[in-house]
């Protein structure tokens, strides 16, 4: 079930849960400037069926709840939700990333997340012009074989693979790496709005911490969430990714998670690059015609 601002349940306890305060727990144990999704995996695991309020006071919670209130309230947003962990809405697929997210905000129709079909089309944010006519050509694929596109709203390949989804009739998930209340990039304005009026956005990174430090902390939460949208999704495409491309902390997550990981034929074909072959012997599939997708899936 959603946590917007409505008492909900547990599923593994008959009492209410407050889910104001459970936004507030969670921005809470982000304020420890040493919390990172790693900690906060290893407390819920030592605390089993714990819930984020319940390590703090209600007047801890009722400050926190007021920032980040009025943090929703300067970015004019009225749309937003979130979803925790132990409520029958959280996608149990979360859980098998080695540190599982407990919370999550979200604009947009959260069914997406349950899509039978799912898979994240992701790549160089510096894309090449074959880059952009090769991740047009796989959505178009996807959609036609009503698979939802999942990708991370950044430059490059993440945009291409976003508009293609909605040119074409499509469903796409962005998963981003900033609060739910910030646009990153800021061109990419219109679009995060478009995918959180008829799609659905996901954020799990803290908004009062993010808003607290600095830009070198805060390029952190990036990573993380390739981690997320990999353990969100069946597969994974890198359609181009440079030696350093934070796609490879994606390819690395899917692999961990047994999630497919697919690699054009084109990286293998760049003398420039050994990750393909790297990611090839460790599982990876090489992808030269759209059957080697569907016939491994």
Known sequence: MTLNFNDTTSIFAKEPINSLDEMAGYEALWTDSKTSFKSLAEKFRNNPHSMPSDFYSKSDLKKISEEVLEKFQNANLLD???????TVDYPQKLRDAE??????????????????????????????????????????????????????????????????????????????????????????SALQQQIANSHLLISQVP???????SIQGNRLFF????????ALTDATVIVEASETSG???????????????FILDNCFKNPNLTWPAK?????AIRVRNFDDIITNL
């Open 207 to 213: 908004i009062l911490r993010y808003s607290k430090q």
């Open 247 to 261: 796609t490879l902390i994606q390819a690395r997550a899917a692999l961990k998670q047994n999630r497919k990981l």
């Open 80 to 86: 937003y939700k979130f979803c925790l962990f132990q």
């Open 99 to 188: 540190n599982p997210i407990e919370f999550f905000y979200y604009r947009g129709n959260l069914d997406f997340a349950f899509s039978p079909k799912s898979i994240a089309v992701v790549g160089s944010r510096n894309a090449s012009e074959d880059g952009i006519k090769r991740t047009k050509k796989l959505v178009k694929s996807l959609v036609e074989n009503s698979f939802t596109i999942y990708s991370g709203l950044a430059k490059g390949i993440d945009t291409v693979a976003h508009k293609t989804a909605i040119e074409l009739g499509g469903k796409t998930v962005a998963v981003i790496g900033t609060p739910i209340t910030e646009v990153y990039p800021k061109e990419n």
């Open 279 to 283: 990611f090839a012997e460790r599982g």
């Open 223 to 230: 990573p993380a969430r390739n981690i997320t949208m990999s």
